[in-house]
Every structure is written in C-alpha cells, then in structure tokens.
C-alpha cells in the first residue's frame, strides 16, 4: 500500500486503473448529455496527491491477477464506448 515514499509498480497500475475509470465515467456521462460531476468520487477541487492515494487503495489487489483481470474489464469497457 501506499508508503508515501515508494511506489510499487502496483500502485503506478491502480493509478493508472484510476484515471481509465474516471475518463470512461466522464465520456458516458457526456455522450448521455449529462453534466460531469469532475473531479468526481467525492473530490470537490484537484488535490492529485489525495486522488492517487484514493486510487492506490480501490485498484490496489492483492494478487496480480486480480489487478490483470479488473485492468482487463476496464480496457474492453472502454473498447466498448469508444
């Protein structure tokens, strides 16, 4: 998990699996003509340092595997909508 000091090749992934979740909500709401809510999850302003740690822990898995397989999800809902 998140040290403050370390990154962990996990981590840089959950980041990363983060902001793929954020596009796609983003580009959904907008196809529907909704109005997005950004930064979004509860983030009233962008305080980059408190969204990678709240990335860090909802896309943080234990096993690699389970990452692989959530990233996987991610790419062909993506795939799907654009």
Sequence with gaps: ???GRYVS?????AY???????????YECGKR???MSMPGDGFSSW??????IY??????????KQQDAE???MYYSCAGNC
């Design 9 to 13: 090749p996990a981590e840089l992934i």
């Design 1 to 3: 998990m998140f040290t």
């Design 55 to 64: 990335f860090y822990e909802k896309y943080w898995f234990d096993g690699g």
């Design 33 to 35: 003509g909704e109005r």
């Design 16 to 26: 990363q699996m983060g902001w793929v979740r954020r596009l796609i909500k983003w």
């Design 71 to 73: 990233f996987e999800r």
């Design 47 to 52: 305080r980059y340092t408190e969204m990678a």
